[in-house]
Every structure is written in structure tokens, then in C-alpha cells.
């Protein structure tokens, strides 16, 4: 996953790491597949996160914001090499021949291009970036003196609030107390709906979201933490 490590408790990496990732694998002739499922079309800020380092993978995996959730689609991007060193007559045998059931399913293949307009046309992207600066304010303002709160990491428009037990130390709660869990489920009575990765908290919010809304969503994930924490 580039620059961000989704599953591993939205843990934010370099750009230069990537780049020397990218220099690693011309040296060793080694292909670099970049996972942007969770990271492409405009989740860190640029359509892509690999752009954010300048580099370009070998392959790319793409889902999710590709059709905005709405269907499931996916797509594997290939470089030209990789495309022609699969592309031949049936019967010389070197063809991929790769297929699913619902491959090129219609219905998900419309939900992407309506997706693609509406980022191209309402230039969501600028808007996006625009939000994170003042989500990233807000939720600074908000728990960046929290006595819970270890460390708010942000890149684009997703942002997440590591819990800690002290935060001088940054020493964790007991995982068993699953302190997280517990946070979403307050915040469903709220109206709010949280995705708790251990004691991280983060937000992936639409990328076309309101401020109205994202303040309304803080309102109800700190008074969340509060009632299962203490103020």
C-alpha cells in the first residue's frame, strides 16, 4: 500500500521511502505492485498516492473509490511490457487467461465512469484537499490535547486518532478492554458511524463531504470517547 498502511492502523509513511522502494526494484528488475485499493482515486490527496512520491508502479490494484463503494468493481493495471509479454494467439499458449464470472460486469463498469465524471467535472480532488486542511485543523483543535489521545495522523482526507492510556508515554490500553470497539458502538447511538482499527480511530469520509457534516461527526466521536473514556 503506498504512504499508507491501511490495515496496520492508518499508518502513514514517506514519500522518499517509496521513491527508494521504486530505485530498489529497477535495480533488482523486481515488479512493484502498488495496492491502491483504499488509497486511489483521491483518498490521500492526489488520484493516485504513488503520484504523491512520483513514481509509477508496475501494476497497480485499483477498487473501492473506483465506483465510490456503490458497486463492487476492480481493476488490475498493467505496464505495456507486462500486457504484451501476455498477448498472443490462442494457440501459441503464453495468453493470460484469466476471467471471472462477473468480470466486466455492466452495472459496476457504469457506476465507475459516473464516478469518474463527477471527479473530473466538480473537480473534487481541489475541493478534497481543501476540506483536509480544515478537517486537519478541526480535529487538532478538538483532540490534540486529549489525555487519550496519543497522535493524529492525516494524509488527504483521512484522518486517525490513535487511543492511548498515557499520553506521555503513548503507552496503549490493555487490548482486551477494546477501547475502540466501544467508542463505535456509542457513536452508533449517535448517529455516527466509526470503523475502529484497535484503539485507532479514523475517519475516511466522502470525498465531496460538508463542513457541516464533519463537524458534526467530531461533536459525536468526541462525546463518544468521553462517555466511554471520561471526560
Known sequence: ?????????????????LRKLRALC???DVLLIADEIATGFGR???LFACERAGITPDLMCLSKGLTSGYMPTAITVVKEKIYEAFYADWSEGK????GHTYAGNPLGCSAALAVLDILDEENILERAEETAAWLTARMTETFGAHPNVGEIRRIGLIH???????RETKRPFDGGRRL???????ALRHGLLLRPLGDVLYFNPPLNIGRDDLNTAIAWMKASMDEVLGA
Do not use: N, S
Open 160 to 166: 486517525a486518532v490513535e487511543l492511548v492510556e498515557d
Open 95 to 98: 495468453g493470460f487467461m484469466q
Open 180 to 186: 475502540g470497539y466501544a467508542i463505535y458502538c456509542r
Open 26 to 28: 529497477d535495480a533488482y
Open 44 to 46: 490521500t490527496g492526489r
Open 1 to 17: 500500500e503506498p504512504l499508507l498502511q491501511g490495515c496496520a492502523g492508518m499508518r502513514i509513511y514517506p514519500e522518499d521511502y
